[in-house]
């Protein structure tokens, strides 16, 4: 005789709140990692930077980690940009409330912090982006694009401004 209990209640699915970053160099470029073989989706795909915000953390402190782990160098300056509610899937199965970060960092102290999520970096004009990009990335940088930080127009000189 088999003895079956109460099932659990099954625990609701929750978006999860994520830090994305467009790292800089105020100077017009942006940097872009390549995805590798032991990223999480869509490996070889180029992207901005990214990161669970952690119990208690503010964004700030969740952002200049991040960025410190997937880069190696410590930002110059943070500014939130604005924020995207990302579902993906059809049902969805993956959703994200992503806060976005222009990020001011100093391109000759920049390395591969995570070599098993990332096999290159690059410095991009606006007019000059690499493909493929992540499927979530031109929405990222049309954020960064469009003036939704205080100092747009040095970011990325030459940009249409929203």
């Not at 970096?121 to 929405?139: I, N, R």
């Not at 990222?140 to 127009?153: I, K, N, V």
Request: hydrophobic share 40%; glycine share 12%; net charge negative.
């Amino acid at each position: 005789m088999t003895v079956v209990g109460p099932k659990e209640p099954k625990e609701p699915k929750r978006p999860t709140v994520s830090c994305v970053f467009v790292c800089h160099d105020g100077a017009g470029r942006v940097l872009l990692a390549r995805r590798s073989a032991g990223a999480r989706d869509e490996p070889g795909t180029w992207d901005c930077g990214a990161g669970a915000l952690e119990f208690g953390e503010s964004f700030e402190r969740a952002v200049a980690r991040e960025v410190y782990e997937e880069y190696g160098v410590r930002p110059l300056g943070i500014e939130q940009i604005g924020v995207r509610n990302v579902l993906r899937g059809d049902p969805v199965d993956s959703h994200w409330v992503a806060v976005v970060f222009a990020v001011r960092v100093e391109p000759d102290e920049v390395t591969i912090g995570e070599p098993h999520k990332f096999d290159a970096l690059g410095w991009f004009a606006p007019h000059a982006l690499p493909v493929p990009l992540h499927s979530q990335c031109g929405a990222t940088l049309e954020l960064f694009e469009m003036g939704g930080a205080r100092d747009a127009r040095e970011r990325w000189p030459g940009r249409r401004q929203g």
